[in-house]
């Protein structure tokens, strides 16, 4: 505690003192750069962000400036060869995580990502120069089977209806392979059906896993943010049969009649995907830079700044790829034995 009292110490002091200044604009020489952001997904098209670096005092690129390079030459390339060179585009968001965002630009390529695929993808611009990078698309891990311990189920009679609800523990069980280094991230999403206006509810939480937390040190679980971050490595589990640990709470199913039980088609989507090494130590990077306890120092002034890591040439933007495995639940299958 005395450690963590000093430290509260001295962030106070900064910022009183830090209070007393405006308008600091650090006298930093730095010439904007080629920004290139792509995450190949095994399964969906290629979709490249190109835009380039500011500096701070220009503004807000999403209100006053306008950073993304429409007249960039965009290559791509797959296993050594030229693939495409797509055009900059404006195209229809289908985001369900961002429902406000109406259109997407960039540059849409046709390729496909499969497993094992060796991309490179090059831009040009004629004002702030070229950037590259690469990766290496995984092979998916596959979920090989889900183990489930249903808790405090209950059921009700609402009118004619019937509500269901519960808890319950995942063990979701996969294999990582032994001849290579493996980097995964866990995620889920829950579909439920409106359509019979009938109640649905799960609520995924991660804190029983503790490979989520793995790169958290003891006294980072004390100061810093840990929750919604679910990439790992397999530096534990090299080559071993292992479970995720994930649990259900607050699950709620409701049917109109129990002659049809399943009648109610919600369900939740678990996924485990296999993601590039560029992806992780991006992810984490970010973690560090915002919650670690370097990043918290760094942001004080008490330790050298934290960046977040990137593998494109310019040091701007990073080049991921991902192969998801996923196992779709039916929410009725939590009370169908109960």
Not at 66 to 71: A, G, N, P, R, T
Not at 215 to 222: A, F, K, N, R
Not at 245 to 274: G, P
Request: with cysteine; proline share 6%; hydrophobic share 40%.
């Amino acid at each position: 505690m005395a450690f963590l009292n000093r430290i509260i110490y001295i962030v106070l002091s900064l910022t009183l003192f830090t209070s007393c200044y405006s308008d600091f604009e650090p006298d930093i020489e730095s010439d904007p750069v080629v920004c290139i952001n792509a995450l190949a997904k095994t399964g969906e098209p290629l979709r490249i962000s190109v835009t380039r670096t500011w500096r701070w005092s220009e503004g807000n690129p999403d209100r006053d400036i306008d950073i993304v390079l429409k007249d960039a030459i965009v290559s791509l390339y797959v296993n050594g060869e030229l693939v495409e060179t797509p055009h900059f585009s404006i195209w229809e968001a289908n985001d369900p995580a961002r429902p406000w965002l109406k259109n997407e630009n960039g540059y849409k390529c046709s390729y496909i990502p499969s497993p094992g695929d060796l991309i490179k993808i090059t831009a040009h611009s004629p004002k702030y120069g070229d950037a590259e990078g690469e990766v290496r698309v995984p092979i998916p891990v596959d979920i090989d089977k889900t183990d489930m311990n249903v808790m405090n189920v209950k059921a009700n009679q609402i009118g004619d209806k019937f509500l269901y609800t519960g808890d319950a523990l995942l063990e979701l069980w996969f294999t990582d392979p032994a001849e290579m280094d493996n980097y995964y991230m866990f995620g889920d999403k829950r579909n439920y059906d409106y359509g019979n206006n009938m109640i649905s509810n799960a609520y995924i939480e991660y804190d029983s896993e503790p490979l989520f937390t793995e790169h958290v040190s003891p006294i980072e679980s004390i100061v810093s943010e840990t929750s919604g971050y679910t990439i790992f490595t397999d530096r534990l589990i090299a080559g071993k049969s292992y479970p995720l640990h994930i649990r259900v709470s607050n699950i709620q199913y409701e049917v109109a009649s129990m002659d049809n039980f399943d009648s109610n088609k919600s369900s939740i989507l678990l996924t485990l995907n296999a993601i590039s090494e560029s992806y992780y130590k991006h992810v984490l990077s970010v973690w560090v830079s915002n919650d670690g306890i370097s990043g918290i120092l760094g942001g004080i002034g008490l330790g050298d700044p934290t960046w977040e890591c990137s593998n494109v040439s310019t040091g701007a933007g990073v080049i991921a790829a991902i192969a998801p495995s996923t196992v779709e639940i039916p929410i009725a299958m939590f009370f169908q034995d109960k």
